[in-house]
Structure formats: structure tokens, C-alpha cells
């Protein structure tokens, strides 16, 4: 069993950042891919952005050049940084590690809100 624990959500206005994390309570060198997921009000949860074991990075088009997935196998911990931030990336953000297996773990999520 695996828990992700996320923080650094919060409000921020348009045009700036934000960093939110994602820490694992086991080593994330063990997982396949390891991604972020959002979920604005009424719509369906949809990937953002994801990094695979051998560090390619994908993203959805809305966020490319805007926001960049990283990690940090010593501290356990995903990143995304959100530059340039729109009201539109008004979310609940979810971190999603799989396993080689096929298992997900999913982070309890943290709310990112931007204003214009």
C-alpha cells in the first residue's frame, strides 16, 4: 500500500505560480509512470500532465510551455510547477502513481484556484 500526501494548492492570482507537491510513502523509483490529474467544478477529471521511469514527460496541450512535471527520487516527491496561471486551471489537482503491475494510487488532492 502506498500514500501520497499533496500540498501546495491555494489561490493565486492570474499570471502567477504556483508549486504543488506530491510525497510517497515509498520510494517513487519503484512506480512506472507517476502523473497529475484535475478536476474543475462540474466537469470530468482529465490528465494534465505525467513522467514516466525513464523521465519523459508528457502534458495537455492547455498546459504546455506553461507548466513542467518533475520529481525528486531522494525526497519520494512529484512535482508540478504552474507558471503563467489562468482561471481556467481552477482545479482540484490529483497525483496518480501506477505501478508496473497496473496499480494506481491516487493522492487525497489539493485545490488550486486562480482569479482573475
Known amino acids: 500500500q502506498v500514500q501520497l500526501v499533496e500540498s501546495g494548492g491555494g489561490l493565486v492570482q492570474a499570471g502567477g505560480s504556483l508549486n504543488i507537491s506530491c510525497e510517497a510513502s515509498?520510494?517513487?523509483?519503484?512506480?512506472?509512470?507517476m502523473l497529475w490529474y484535475w478536476q474543475a467544478p462540474g466537469k470530468q477529471r482529465e490528465l494534465v500532465a505525467g513522467?514516466?521511469?525513464?523521465?519523459?514527460?508528457t502534458y495537455a496541450d492547455s498546459v504546455k510551455g506553461r507548466f513542467t512535471i518533475s520529481r525528486d527520487n531522494a525526497k519520494n516527491t512529484l512535482y508540478l510547477q504552474m507558471n503563467n496561471l489562468k482561471p481556467e486551471d481552477t482545479a482540484v489537482y490529483y497525483c496518480?502513481?501506477?505501478?508496473?503491475?497496473?496499480?494506481?494510487?491516487w493522492g487525497q488532492g489539493t485545490q488550486v484556484t486562480v482569479s482573475s
Open positions: 496518480v502513481f501506477v505501478t508496473y503491475s497496473g496499480s494506481d494510487y
Open positions: 513522467i514516466t521511469s525513464g523521465a519523459v514527460t
Open positions: 515509498r520510494a517513487i523509483v519503484t512506480f512506472k509512470r
